[in-house]
């Protein structure tokens, strides 16, 4: 990997070592591999300790609120403290989360407390990843655009991105393979916990001290949630060189307050959050609905391979396009939007029918595909209805529309499928629908 990885970065030009650009990789790849990995078990855990599954989503739900209120808070402290600090911060929030984890659920797991219990003290411990393992991304997204000129900005900053997008399919794939004898279904939690550690020693020992000198702020902001994340970063950072960048911008800088209610922004925030609503349920469901189809509850600890098989498909579909299709076709915000949203739509179809494991992940493959081209279509045109002075603020509630819908959403996905799948399912194809009349009738036609 270190080859290919040295490779781009040779060929895309980037003024920062190689070794220091690759951690700053490995920063990124570790948490989102971690988290994807973790959703490929819980699953099963929830399973073996009996516990309803609305119980197991509302734990991510309380992590994912943590995450969204707490990005925007240090990624202003990153201004102030430097992002290395925050960096380090958040890699020890991540490696004490999974650490914690890993000895509750095999606690739980070993009988000695109860499900219930278990769980409680499981949401406790995801506090650390959502508390303070939201520190580390916009500190490397902060890093990066501050050693980089704006010539190879761009370049440096999607390198660091596609971390998240690479680590959301490897996660799913190693973990079946994490699940070895003494450690069992907690595996992924313990490995990927030491595999932090060493990350967290690295930006310790390996990377320089920095002195900030400007806010970065970005989509990057917005949690691994799932398989099927947004991982983008924006490039909203001045011209110049690394050594010409200005001052943090000050409190005040003439441009008036971007709001929620700016009806430059209101039908795209709106097709965001139900869009978002559709695709959160989704992916709450689909490792609980493949231990049904699949006839698995009753080995619980064998569901950790298709779930994982299946998120990692929508994985590559979510990367096909946004790394392929929206690119080659040049698509527009307002199409993108439309036609990802169908695709979804239309996905959702064979995998609430389904009833084998290809029906499924061919089915969640083509929803991802459809979500993975709506949610940068629903983010440019929203970045593109404000001016440029005013694109710090726009990005700030785009990323909180994008994690928004991850609080909820998937535990009411969970509740509805647990008491009808049809009605379940039928909610998340109304919520798609929804968006592509919304993108039909009201968003403003792609210029030519």
């Avoid at 699940?179 to 030491?194: Q, S």
């Amino acid at each position: 990997m270190n080859g290919s990885i040295n490779g781009s970065i040779n060929g895309a030009g980037i003024r920062l070592p190689n070794e220091r650009m690759a951690l700053l990789f490995m920063v990124m790849l570790v948490s989102a591999a971690g988290n994807t990995a973790m959703q490929s078990v819980m699953p099963s855990i929830g399973t073996r300790l009996g516990i309803a599954d609305v119980w197991v989503s509302l734990a991510y739900s309380w992590s994912a609120l943590l995450w969204v209120v707490m990005a925007p808070y240090w990624a202003r402290r990153s201004d102030r403290r430097g992002r290395k600090a925050m960096m380090a911060l958040g890699i020890a929030g991540f490696v004490t989360s999974f650490a914690l984890c890993a000895v509750i659920l095999r606690i739980g797991l070993s009988g000695w407390i109860s499900g219930a219990l278990t769980m409680v003290l499981f949401a406790l411990a995801r506090s650390f990843y959502g508390g303070f393992g939201s520190a580390a991304p916009p500190a490397v997204q902060a890093y990066v655009a501050s050693r980089t000129g704006r010539a190879d900005r761009t370049k440096a900053l999607s390198l660091v991105a596609s971390s998240f997008g690479l680590g959301t399919v490897v996660g799913p794939a190693l973990a079946p393979l994490m699940i070895v004898p003494g450690l069992g279904v907690v595996g992924p939690f313990a490995i990927f916990a030491a595999l932090g550690l060493i990350v967290l020693v690295l930006v310790r020992t390996r990377l320089p001290n920095d002195d900030p000198r400007f806010s970065g702020r970005g989509e990057v902001m917005s949690a691994p949630f799932s398989a099927s994340s947004n991982p983008r970063i924006v490039d909203e950072t001045p011209d110049g060189s690394p050594d010409e960048l200005p001052e943090a911008e000050p409190a005040h800088t003439g441009v008036d307050r971007v709001r929620w209610t700016d009806k430059r922004l209101r039908k795209w925030l709106i097709a965001g959050v139900v869009g978002g609503h559709s695709q959160a349920m989704l992916l709450g469901v689909i490792g609980f609905l493949l231990m049904d189809r699949l006839g698995l509850r009753g080995d619980p600890d064998a569901a950790a391979g298709p779930i994982g098989l299946v998120l990692m498909a929508g994985a590559f579909a979510t990367l096909l396009a946004q790394w392929g299709l929206i690119p080659m076709l040049g698509l527009g915000p307002r199409t993108t939007t439309i036609w990802g949203m169908a695709l979804g739509a239309l996905g959702i179809v064979p995998v609430a029918m389904g009833t084998n494991l290809h029906s499924i992940a061919v089915g969640f493959a083509v929803a991802s595909l459809g979500f993975g081209m709506f949610r940068p279509g629903f983010t440019s045109g929203a970045s593109l209805a404000v001016s440029r002075a005013e694109q710090g603020q726009a990005a700030g509630i785009i990323t909180s529309v994008n994690g928004s819908a991850y609080v909820a959403a998937p535990a009411i996905g969970v509740w509805l499928y647990s008491h009808s799948q049809w009605l379940a399912w039928g909610t998340m194809e109304a919520l798609a629908v929804v968006v592509v009349i919304i993108g039909v009738f009201a968003l403003e036609k792609d210029s030519a």
